[in-house]
T-cell receptor, first 116, second 110 residues
Framework: GAVVSQHPSWVICKSGTSVKIECRSL??????MFWYRQFPKQSLMLMAT?????????EQGVEKDKFLINHASLTLSTLTVTSAHPEDSSFYIC????????????FGPGTRLLVL | GQNIDQPTEMTATEGAIVQINCTYQ??????LFWYQQHAGEAPTFLSY????GLEEKGRFSSFLSRSKGYSYLLLKELQMKDSASYLC???????????FGAGTRLAVHP
């Protein structure tokens, strides 16, 4: 199997607070995890690439101090949106690749964030 | 630069065949994916092509021409549940980054 979970699936928070989103590979070890953001009717935009035990690689235009990524183990990566603002409201999706098949990314179900 | 182009919207009739085209320009090309995404849900994997040619998987087939930077997804015997966005994504770079196209919204009508 290749199941990726995300928690929470929905989160509503006040402006200025921080939100942590977890991404877990449930039945495989993930060499690499990716974090994407998707605005309504737009495609997925890669935010950062995360490897276990090393610093994440952020895409151009993504603030690393605002979107903190921690990849503590081969099955868990977290994204923390710090000091969230309404413009951070989006659909955040993680994906993971297996050790044995590094090309294919398996996506989590996504986390919908609404910042009031 | 890196660029993925696909049509924005397509419509088709239940039972018919539809072909969704995708052209790409990426550095360090390492294969091309097609994903299906229903509204409000995460993408689900449909196909992966790294060599030229056609890959068939049930009602879905995907074709790749590396020399032309071109791929298509073919959906046969369309069903209403096939109404979704179809994302073309090229994989490139050392960490196998996926570069997504904007997606093609397919509407299947009775």
């Amino acid at each position: 199997g290749a199941v990726v979970s995300q928690h929470p699936s929905w989160v509503i928070c006040k402006s200025g607070t921080s939100v942590k989103i977890e991404c877990r590979s449930l039945d495989f070890q993930a060499t690499t995890m990716f974090w994407y953001r998707q605005f309504p009717k737009q495609s997925l935009m890669l935010m950062a690439t995360s490897n276990e035990g090393s610093k994440a690689t952020y895409e151009q235009g993504v603030e690393k101090d605002k979107f903190l990524i921690n990849h503590a183990s081969l099955t868990l990566s977290t994204l923390t949106v710090t000091s969230a603002h309404p413009e951070d409201s989006s659909f955040y999706i993680c994906s993971a690749t297996k050790l044995s098949l590094q090309e294919t990314q398996y996506f989590g179900p996504g986390t919908r964030l609404l910042v009031l | 630069g890196q660029n993925i182009d696909q049509p924005t919207e397509m419509t088709a009739t239940e039972g018919a065949i539809v072909q969704i085209n995708c052209t790409y320009q990426t550095s360090g090309f390492n294969g091309l994916f097609w994903y299906q995404q229903h509204a409000g849900e995460a993408p689900t994997f449909l196909s992966y092509n790294v060599l030229d040619g056609l890959e068939e998987k049930g009602r879905f087939s995907s074709f790749l021409s590396r020399s032309k930077g071109y791929s298509y997804l073919l959906l046969k015997e369309l069903q209403m549940k096939d109404s979704a966005s179809y994302l073309c994504a090229a994989i490139s770079g050392g960490y196998n980054k996926l570069i997504f196209g904007a997606g093609t919204r397919l509407a299947v009508h009775p």
